[in-house]
């Protein structure tokens, strides 16, 4: 098959499966069906499509030109491909996931459900293989549009209030910074085009050219680089398979790889580096790492508490990239993954943790570990991955920034990166070693079934497992980003 | 001039009046010379028309109206600053404006000169001596036909507004 | 015949009008409205196409050249107007028949659909004539039969709607006559193309200047240009749902048209704009309409109303895509135009599917619609995403090439008003849709049943419309980049 | 009573008169002041005259409602119609140039048609709004 | 102020019309009653009609109406065009007057502010 018709059928396909899973609403069985079946055949169209990319070629589909200048167009490199690749493969995980958790929960509109994460999928899809600035603009747009009724799924009314703000300040940034941004381009540079080495080359003066970082790095608030944050911790309000996919990987990552894809395929590594345009996004990005983590110590709420974490480590990849260094780049495309899979691992076990004890603050958890080993072994290795410690692929992409932060000559930058993974052991650590060798205050399983449903073991098992083979075999994420960092 | 003067006094008239009887009355003086002031004009047509129009169907309408509603009008509760800023502020730009027009009565103003010779070629084209109906009629027939369709629009508009049409007839519901 | 298309487009609803009243009856009437509605924009289509193709049409009424005679003259601009608002009418036509059947007494509605169409002749005649005076002919035609339709509204508001539409509707004609009589006098010439060639020699005179304030002041009035608006939420919310639909869609855009025609064409860019500050103003009033309007809408608590003043402030943007007056600008004006005639007709119409079901006016009482009515309240999502901007509708290519046109000035501080204002307007449609959507349903929204497909079928296609034209806008974007560079914009 | 009957009388004399009146306006339009428009005013004053005087019960009877209604479009019919003659007729709308055997009758012809449109609609709009009127008031 | 006389001569009829269409807009915009008000728009119009005719006028000339031995005509070309703003003048004044009948039964009143106050309260 070419390159075009897959890049076709990765869209396709989650589409076709979001049109399809209503029809069956009343068969829950062949429902969830469809779903895996769309996730496998998904991931199988990608990693088809990886193939290729790392087989040197580069595929890329015109659709339709809206009016000459914007046009929706797909070009795949790779630093999108894996980030296609890596959400469609957890998309699988988590569809598993999500019918245990769903099912055992006893959730409502769970259709719906399945719909917008579908669509939700499109999006991301859209968003990783988008060839030019107005195509990723408008599968991000769409993101925050589909993922709105999963974030207000429990209509309560502190889901709406959240499901309020998500939609403002998405929205809100996206149309008051972010579409200025690409309008400014557009007149600045006379093409939307993610070209290797930017498009802005000696076309704006430093100044403008920060001015207009700005513009991006706040206008992608799916980044949520402090101060624009508040939108992901109110989201977890939704269901945790939801907090796990969506705000965990694909929203969130959706923003970081928008602000990577920018800062080397519109303004250009050189560019930037020698503009000194970045520096204060640097800086920035430092700081959004230190105090995420400082505030993610004083949330008691295991989610709450995994946001805010999530929060700092989308610092490392917004740093890495604002570093603009070769190092750096690389550094951060890494943190995408690593981040991706370890995280994702510990929403999945504070899914069944809450599944099976209904516990949702950290404080309850004294104890539980000897009762769901499982479950904490996994969050271990996850905690481990995002800290950045053996046996976690995180190591190695906290290895590349530090590397990338020295090219920059940049050793405060070091020094920050040493503090916050200590913050994280503080924050994250705790928790499954409580869960082990705390002593439970009252009774600790309130005398039910002990370890997680199988959907979710698996599930959480599969994506730590992950978080090991990519320590031992990193290669597999790092030699796409160095082909991608050395043009 | 006298006319004139006299229209503008009517005018004033028609402001102060309270009683709405002897507004619609004004009124109708007002057509009346506004018709004259348009003999002397030389458009007879037109002077002919207002009166029948102005004098004659307005007041009458507004009389029959009159007779079903109240004839006095109310003191207006609120200031009328803002209006009379907006009318000087017409006015000026008006006066502004017209004081820079072709003086009063001459030939060759634009609208002779440039304007359309209708009354060289009226004759010779239509065989109709009185100018205004062949343009009226032929030239500009367009106009007069959108003139009839405003009539024909505002004659079934009250008839729709006014006419008591007990609803569900059966010949209209059908 | 094809010669003959420019006096067809406004012959056909004139017969039909006729025809209408001359039978009484009201399915008849229906019928000939709709054919009526069918065959216009297959004429107005023709014509576009020969424009297109051939170049300016031009048609002399009575055979008399345009120096004397009245002349019909059709471009790429008023192509596309009349496009426009024939295509409009005949998406309206199937939705007219079950909703002023619920609305009007049975005893008017033939009159209804003759006052339909006779607004329907004026707009068409004004778009597409080349004369000034018959311009002002025509829009009283449409004026006159608007008034009646508004007051045919079933609430006591609507007559003093009607009223104060007629009093200020009146006013603005009024000044717009003695804008032309003033240049009639200083050039001698009632005929657009006439006026553009004599009105350079004259054109700093005192006359010609206040001719140019008259003009723009009395259309401004029409268009409903903030602080002018105030009679439109008003005529909106009270009028039967099929005449808000036909007026939101098409009388202020034929309004625009008009202004547009006299700023650029007749006056010409190189004056009004180069030598006098009309951009500044224009642009001032036009972002205060879309704040100001747009403010107020949100605080609207009956629904049409809200869209009302939504109107008003979406009419800002598109004069100021008229104010920028760049190629770019203008192409986001018209295309604003097109995509706001569209998105606003189909609210509107789902408006008058949930009147007709429900009988609520209330944002309150329509809690929960969309469980009841879940086709005609998807429209209404996608209707509002485009009005909204977001990228994927034809909301997002107009408002595109205004915060471009803003850049391309250097005036960046114009793109962040344009985009902030955007924010608002996701406020208010997102009141509407998370009541409809996601509160529990009302007693009114209980009652409710899903609009019957004569409804839902008009209601879908100008929402898909929105959406294709949000990825493909090749077509009016095309027509636009002509128009403007016929009336010598760069 | 007396009064009543001396008014009867007076409006037998004038009614005629100004009916005539009308047509001579209507026809002299040609060559004096005068057309459809106000040929058109003056009779409708007198149906409303006679109204005022025989009642509109009577009126009624002599210029029924429904004939009125339908007079209003037709005038205009007839305008339109004459235009679209002058495009059958292989000219534009509303060119009257070959509607006779030479152009300048064939203007004269329009011209005359035309007008009498104009009256129709007239007359029977002044007829009919004064019909409404009335309607209205007899509550 | 010479020059001002002279141009007071010149365009005196001019200035009454601005006159009069200044005082019938005042009426409109000024007034509550709805009547006033209509009357008030029928004289702006009305004077608008001045302003097209006077233009029209030469010294001397007569009406427009064919005859011998006469050569100088006033211009038909603005009578015409007022001949139609007279008809469409006295269509809106019917229209609305048809609407101030209605409003009338429906409120019981045709004062603009009273009728405001009513709505409000409901």
Redesign the interface.
């Known amino acids: 098959m070419t390159g075009e018709t897959l890049i076709a059928l990765a869209l396709v396909i989650p589409a076709a499966t979001a049109l399809l899973t209503p029809l069956f609403a009343r068969h829950p069985n062949l429902r969830e069906s469809v779903t895996l079946l769309g996730t496998v055949l998904l991931f199988a169209a990608l990693l088809a499509l990886l193939s290729k990319v790392l087989g040197g070629a580069r595929p890329a589909l015109h659709v339709l030109d809206v009016v000459p200048g914007l046009a929706v167009a797909f070009a795949v490199e790779p630093l999108g491909m894996l980030f296609a690749t890596v959400a469609s493969g957890l998309w699988i995980v988590t569809s598993l996931y999500s019918i245990g958790y769903m099912r055992a929960n006893h959730e409502v509109r769970q259709t719906g459900y399945y719909v917008a994460f579908a669509a939700a999928i499109v999006a991301t899809v859209g968003i990783a293989l988008a060839g030019n600035l107005f195509t990723l603009f408008l599968f991000y747009e769409m993101l925050t549009l589909v993922t709105y009724p999963l974030v207000i799924h429990h209509r309560t009314p502190e889901a709406k209030a959240a499901g309020r703000l998500y939609l403002m300040m998405l929205l809100g940034a996206s149309t008051v910074l972010l579409l200025p941004a690409i309008a400014w381009t557009a007149v600045a540079a006379g093409t939307l085009d993610f070209r290797p080495g930017g498009i802005l080359a000696e076309k704006l003066s430093p100044t403008a050219l920060a001015m207009l970082l700005a513009l991006f790095a706040f206008g992608i608030a799916k980044a949520a680089l402090v101060p624009l944050h508040f939108w992901l911790p109110a989201a977890m309000v939704a269901p945790t398979p939801v907090s796990a996919l969506l705000h965990a990987v694909a929203v969130v990552k959706a923003g970081v790889f928008f602000v990577v894809k920018v800062i080397v395929y519109v303004f250009g590594v050189e560019t930037l580096s020698t503009s000194g345009a970045g520096d204060w996004l640097v800086f920035a990005a430092a700081g959004s790492i230190l105090i995420a983590s400082m505030v993610a110590m004083t949330r008691d709420n295991l989610k709450a508490r995994l946001a805010y974490s999530t929060v700092s480590q989308l610092g490392y990849v917004v740093l890495g990239a604002a570093l603009a260094t070769h190092w750096g780049i690389v550094g951060s495309g890494m943190q995408i993954a690593t981040h991706a899979l370890g995280k994702i691992t510990l929403f999945f076990c504070a899914g069944a943790i809450y599944t099976v004890h209904h516990k949702t603050e950290v404080s309850e958890l004294a104890g539980l570990g000897r009762v769901m080993p499982v479950t904490f072994a996994a969050f271990l290795v996850g905690a481990l991955s995002i800290i950045g410690l053996p046996p976690g692929g995180g190591l190695w992409s906290k290895w590349y920034l530090v590397l990338g932060a020295l090219d920059g000559g940049q050793i405060a930058i070091v020094a920050v990166l040493m503090i916050s993974s200590l913050l994280n052991v503080a924050y994250l650590l705790p928790i499954p070693l409580r869960a082990f060798f705390g002593t439970a205050e009252g009774e600790a399983t309130n005398g039910r079934a002990a370890e997680a449903p199988l959907p979710l073991l698996l599930a959480m098992s599969a994506t730590s497992l992950a978080c090991v083979i990519l320590f031992f075999f990193p290669g597999i994420v790092f030699n796409p980003l160095q082909s991608m960092a050395t043009q | 001039m006298m006319l004139l003067s006299m229209l503008a006094v009517t005018t004033v008239g028609v402001v102060r009046a309270r009683n709405l009887f002897a507004v619609a009355v004004l009124s109708g003086v007002y057509s009346f010379l506004m018709a004259s002031v348009l003999i002397v004009l030389d458009a007879v047509d037109v002077a002919m028309t207002e009166a029948t129009v102005g004098a004659g169907i307005s007041m009458v309408l507004v009389l029959g109206v009159l007779h079903l509603t109240k004839t006095d009008e109310a003191r207006p509760v609120h200031r009328a600053l803002l209006p009379l800023f907006v009318a000087t502020v017409t006015a000026a730009i008006l006066v502004w404006a017209v004081s820079a027009l072709p003086p009063f009565g001459i030939a060759d103003a634009p609208i002779h000169v440039a304007g359309p010779d209708y009354l060289a070629r009226s004759l010779a084209e239509t065989g109709i001596a009185n100018v205004v109906t062949s343009v009226l009629a032929s030239y500009r027939g367009f106009d007069t036909l959108g003139e009839t369709v405003v009539i024909f629009t505002a004659g079934i508009a009250v008839l729709m507004l006014l006419k008591r049409t007990p609803s569900g007839r059966g010949g209209e519901s059908s | 015949m094809r010669e003959?298309l420019p006096?067809l487009q406004v012959?056909v609803p004139?017969?039909g009008?006729?025809?209408c009243?001359?039978v009484?009856?009201?399915?008849a009437a229906w019928l000939i409205a709709a054919v009526v509605s069918w065959i216009v924009p297959v004429i107005a289509v023709m014509l576009l196409a020969q424009v297109l193709g051939t170049g300016v049409v031009s048609?002399?009424?009575?055979?008399?050249d345009p120096?004397?005679?009245?002349e019909y003259r059709v471009d790429a601009l008023n192509g596309l107007i009349l496009v426009l608002v024939s295509g409009m009418a005949a998406v309206i036509a199937p939705f007219a028949r079950r909703s002023v059947a619920a609305e009007v007494?049975?005893?008017?509605?033939?009159?209804?659909y003759?006052?339909y169409l006779?607004a329907l002749?004026g707009l068409l005649?004004i778009a597409i004539t080349g004369d000034a005076?018959?311009a002002?002919?025509?829009l009283?035609?449409s004026s006159?039969?608007s008034?009646?339709l508004i007051?045919?509204g079933s609430h006591?508001?609507a007559?003093?709607a009607?009223?104060q539409y007629?009093?200020l509707g009146?006013?603005g004609a009024?000044f717009y006559?003695?804008g032309v009589?003033?240049i009639?006098?200083?050039?001698?010439?009632?005929n657009l193309g006439l006026m553009a060639e004599?009105i350079g020699a004259v054109q700093s005179?005192?006359?010609v200047?206040?001719?140019l304030?008259?003009i723009t002041v009395g259309i401004s009035l029409k268009l409903a240009l903030f602080p002018l608006h105030v009679w439109l939420p008003n005529a909106y919310a009270y009028a039967p749902s099929t005449a808000t639909v036909f007026m939101a869609a098409t009388a202020t855009k034929v309004a625009i048209y008009l202004l547009v025609r006299f700023l650029f064409s007749v006056f010409g860019v190189g004056f009004v704009i180069a030598d006098l500050p009309v951009t500044p103003i224009l642009t001032v009033f036009s972002v205060a309409a879309i704040f100001a309007a747009a403010t107020v809408a949100v605080f609207q608590s009956d629904a049409k109303r809200m869209f009302a003043y939504s109107s008003v402030a979406q009419v800002g943007y598109i004069t100021l895509g008229v104010a920028l007056a760049t190629a770019t600008s203008l192409k986001g004006g018209l295309i604003h135009i097109v995509g706001h005639a569209l998105a606003k007709g189909g609210l509107f119409m789902a408006l008058g599917a949930v009147t007709m079901r429900s009988r609520a006016f209330d944002i309150d009482d329509l809690c929960g619609i969309g469980r009841r009515m879940p086709l005609t309240m998807a429209a209404v999502v996608v209707a509002g995403?485009s009005l909204i901007?977001?990228?994927?509708t034809i909301g997002f290519?107009s408002k595109?090439y205004l915060?471009?046109a803003a850049?391309?000035r250097g005036w960046?501080w114009l793109?962040?008003l344009i985009?902030?204002s955007?924010?608002i307007t996701?406020v208010y449609i997102?009141r509407f849709v998370?009541a409809a959507w996601?509160r529990e349903p009302s007693a009114a929204a209980m009652g409710a049943t899903e609009a019957p497909v004569s409804m839902l079928v008009p209601i879908w296609l100008l929402a898909v419309a929105t959406v294709f034209l949000?990825?493909?806008?090749?077509l009016p974007?095309g027509i636009a980049e002509q128009a403007a560079s016929a009336l010598g914009l760069r | 009573m007396r009064l009543d009957v001396i008014l009867r009388i007076t409006a037998k004399l004038i009614l005629p008169m100004m009916l005539l009146f009308a047509v001579y306006v209507q026809f002299h339009g040609d060559y004096g002041p005068g057309g459809g428009f106000q040929a058109g005013v003056i009779a409708g004053a007198t149906v409303i005259l006679y109204a005022l005087i025989y009642g509109l019960g009577a009126t009624m009877v002599v210029v029924p409602v429904a004939v009125v209604e339908a007079l209003i479009p037709l005038g205009v019919l007839v305008y339109a119609a004459t235009g679209v003659m002058g495009l059958l007729t292989g000219g534009n709308f509303l060119d009257y140039s070959h509607l006779a055997d030479d152009e300048v009758h064939g203007q004269e012809w329009g011209v005359f048609v035309v007008e009498l449109g104009v009256f129709v609609t007239v007359a029977s709009t002044m007829v009919a709004i004064f019909y409404a009127v009335a309607g209205r008031g007899r509550r | 102020m010479k020059e001002l006389v002279g141009n007071l001569a010149a365009h005196f009829n001019q200035w009454i019309t601005v006159f009069l269409m200044v005082s019938g807009l005042y009426i409109v915009i000024a007034r509550g009653n709805m009547i006033k008000k209509l009357i008030g728009l029928s004289l702006f119009q009305t004077s608008v009609y001045l302003l097209y005719i006077s233009p029209g006028k030469i010294l001397g000339g007569t009406a427009p109406i064919l005859e011998d031995g006469v050569s100088v005509y006033a211009n038909p070309l603005p009578h015409v065009l007022i001949l139609t703003a007279i008809v469409v003048g006295v269509a809106t004044l019917a229209l609305g007057l048809a609407l101030v009948v209605r409003i009338n039964e429906a409120y019981g009143t045709i004062e603009e502010d009273e009728i405001f106050e009513r709505d409000t309260r409901g």
């Open positions: 003959h006096a012959l004139l017969f009008a006729l025809l009243a001359l009484r009856r009201p399915r048609y002399h009424l009575g055979g008399w120096s004397i005679g009245i007494e049975t005893g008017r509605v033939a009159w209804f003759t006052m006779l002749t005649g005076f018959n002002f002919v025509f009283e035609i006159l039969s008034y009646a007051a045919l006591r508001r007559l003093v009607a009223y007629l009093v009146t006013i009024t006559v003695i009589g003033l009639y006098v200083m050039t001698g010439t009632l004599r005179t005192r006359p200047l206040a001719a304030a008259f995403l901007g977001v990228p994927g290519v595109w915060v471009v850049f391309e960046w793109a962040f985009v902030a955007s924010l996701v997102g998370e996601f949000g990825l493909d806008a090749r974007a």
